[in-house]
């Protein structure tokens, strides 16, 4: 275990290393002011406290949770690539209870409405879950068409039941203070979101290391005929359990951007989290404290990138661009040790 | 909740600390950031290139440069999350005004307002004012009007076409109003509408367009920003069909299929709040800006102009001195982008 913890910290270095090259290469490339660049970079994702607290941890948060979503569902064989729908389903249910709840107190509200989202998370990724026991359709297709269902729906949502009232603006109205995440530190972004996310991490390590549930869902993620056969699991009833765990997971994300950050249902309330997940959860191997520390770094990455388009104009798609090449060179690294593996 | 205050007593010492250090070091790198300077960001929703409602605002960021001699920055933003995220970045760093340029930056404008009061935040579209937040709101319905009157001038088959990027309240009115220029001049003629579905596909611009014209639809009114390209692109290769622009003055864009544009005159309206803040008299307010100001403008292409016929320029000359007097609004209802 010690050494495949060390070994986890040496992609991840390697990674990073990885990050700042491939980030060179492309400011050269496009004929940016190089120093400049890297400057705002750093700046807009450590530079002050500022940064830190209120874009760096904040973009976090919302990849923290979905990189647990899809890092807990690869773990146990199933391709959940459908975290973006998941998280959007978890954000609709969480404002439509909020704006339902948002008379009663705080200590009421606030907890219906995060389960709501959690529990429309697991209800969205529990189709895709039902789809492949019962029909065998794979996960990697439905979940990702239940990603664009869940996009129009939500652009629906917003023109017709869940619209503000005067009937002029694409979104909801805002949630009463009493659904809002109360925020870590006042004048910051940071909120409680973060800490729960952190928590649910832990919380996913300790179950898959530690208990029997977890060692289920391991067992199926390496084999589930072996896992049959020779344990005596039944991979089905894993396998749905961790549909809907990894869903709620994702569910619960939307719902704490939604309540900590939006405080509202708008069309486009994700940039692509549940994608970005991916590149979250294989960058940390699939462990889950590991995906706190790269879910930090892409949010670094990503709030960094913004500031090096306004103080350094270089386009923020760079971060997309960049975290594309960390799924394909993760990929890569991982085929390479395999194959070394069977050699 | 103790253990939680516990960890979290280091980072506020952190925070202050930054803090203090902080203000100390700003007269060093004053000359490079906000403070004393004039300063000016623009949050766009799209990409600056799509010669139409973002790059428009770009124009107006760059001529606020070279006019006024500002200090810009631009982003462009895709979540109500970033959008905040940046408007509080700019206030942080002291800018002076911030755009944000859309309706939808509406409300992260009104909730960070309040955080920096020295910074004014402007939404091109909207209609929240506080304190330091102001709100641009265009008529984008009369010169819509116009075109339409154009457009069934010169429409042949009776069938004229909107293309939207999405269903957002200011593209539904210049459309219901473009639709009533239409019916001015024929009542008989069909409007039909469709909206893309995002602002940035040119491909699926372009196939909207196809599918419309295969419907018999020979004159398209667009406002799909990066995605309507692709409509001009349609156009061209179509025969004897007929596109107008809009938001910026996209006569150039597709000369010969495009009849003119329905213009806000960006640049004139961000130079104007530009130079309210910068001479201190700024007042929160929501600034209406329609043909009487000069902002709003249906521009018709020269180098098509031979295919309007003389009468529909007529009309569409005598209804725009209506307008800018006054005396002439159109019956849509009023919307605001």
């Not at chain 2, 539904?172 to 024929?186: D, I, W």
């Not at chain 2, 902002?295 to 009468?311: F, Y």
Request: proline residues 4%.
């Amino acid at each position: 275990m010690r050494a495949r913890l060390h070994s986890r910290w040496l992609v991840m270095g390697a990674t990073i290393a990885g990050i700042f090259a491939a980030v060179i290469v492309i400011l050269l490339i496009g004929g940016y002011d190089t120093s400049r660049a890297l400057a705002a970079l750093w700046d807009g994702a450590f530079g002050s406290s500022y940064a830190v607290l209120s874009a760096t941890l904040v973009r976090a948060t919302p990849l923290l949770f979905v990189g647990l979503a899809v890092g807990l569902a690869f773990r146990a064989g199933v391709l959940n690539i459908g975290a973006e729908g998941q998280l959007l389903a978890g954000a609709t249910a969480a404002v439509a209870v909020g704006l339902a709840v948002g008379a009663l107190p705080r200590v009421l509200a606030l907890p219906l409405a995060l389960g709501a989202g959690a529990a429309a998370g697991a209800a969205w990724s529990g189709i895709a879950g039902w789809l492949k026991l019962r029909f065998g359709v794979l996960e990697v297709i439905s979940t990702l068409m239940l990603n664009f269902i869940a996009t129009y729906l939500v652009s629906w949502l917003v023109r017709g039941p869940l619209q503000e009232p005067t009937r002029v603006y694409p979104q909801t109205i805002e949630l009463s203070p009493a659904v809002q995440m109360p925020l870590l530190l006042t004048g910051h972004r940071v909120h409680l979101g973060l800490v729960l996310a952190i928590g649910l991490a832990g919380f996913t390590w300790w179950v898959l290391t530690q208990t029997a549930i977890g060692f289920r869902v391991r067992a199926v993620g390496a084999g589930a005929a072996a896992a049959r056969s020779a344990g005596g699991i039944d991979p089905a009833r894993t396998t749905a359990l961790v549909f809907l765990a990894s869903g709620a997971l994702a569910g619960l994300g939307g719902a704490s951007e939604a309540t900590g950050v939006t405080f509202a249902l708008y069309e486009g309330i994700s940039p692509g989290y549940g994608y970005s997940a991916i590149a979250v959860a294989l960058l940390a191997r699939l462990h889950p404290l590991m995906i706190i520390v790269s879910a930090l770094l892409f949010g670094a990455l990503e709030a960094g990138a913004a500031a090096m388009q306004r103080d350094a104009n270089v386009p923020s798609v760079l971060a997309a661009v960049v975290e594309a090449m960390i799924v394909l060179g993760v990929l890569a690294f991982n085929h390479a040790r395999t194959r070394g593996r069977q050699a | 909740m103790l253990f939680l205050r516990r960890l979290l007593a280091p980072l506020l010492v952190f925070n202050i600390s930054v803090g203090i250090f902080g203000a100390c070091a700003s007269p060093k790198d004053a000359g490079k950031s906000a403070a004393a300077a004039f300063s000016v960001a623009l949050l766009t929703p799209g990409s600056i290139s799509d010669q139409s409602w973002n790059g428009g605002a770009y124009d107006g960021l760059l001529r606020i440069r070279d006019s006024l001699g500002a200090d810009i920055s631009h982003i462009q933003t895709k979540t109500p999350a970033e959008f905040e995220e940046n408007f509080r970045q700019y206030g942080a760093k002291g800018y002076s005004l911030v755009f944000g340029h859309g309706f939808e930056f509406q409300d992260a404008a009104a909730r960070v307002g309040p955080s920096f009061p020295n910074t004014v935040y402007v939404t091109t579209g909207g209609t929240r004012t506080s304190a330091n937040v102001s709100a641009m709101s265009f008529a984008f319905e009369q010169p819509s009007f116009l075109a339409g009157v154009v457009a069934a001038s010169v429409s042949q088959s009776g069938i004229i076409g909107c293309i939207g990027g999405t269903e957002l309240p200011p593209v539904k009115a210049g459309f219901a109003s473009f639709a009533q220029g239409v019916h001015f001049v024929n009542p008989n003629a069909k409007v039909v509408t469709a909206y893309i579905g995002n602002w940035d596909d040119a491909g699926a611009g372009k196939e909207q367009a196809l599918a419309q014209v295969a419907r018999g639809v020979d004159v398209i009114y667009q406002n799909a920003d990066a995605a309507g390209l692709g409509i001009f692109q349609a156009a061209k290769d179509s025969k004897r069909v007929y596109v107008i622009g809009s938001n910026s003055n996209q006569n150039g864009v597709a000369p010969n299929v495009t009849l003119g544009s329905v213009v806000i005159d960006l640049p004139a309206a961000f130079m104007s709040m530009a130079r309210e803040v910068k001479s201190g008299q700024f007042t929160p307010r929501v600034h209406v800006l329609d043909t009487r100001s000069g902002v709003m403008k249906w521009i018709v292409n020269p180098a098509l102009r031979s295919a309007i016929p003389t009468r529909a320029l007529q009309v569409v000359d005598s209804l725009e001195q209506h307008m800018r007097a006054g005396t002439f609004t159109p019956p849509a209802a009023t919307g605001t982008r």
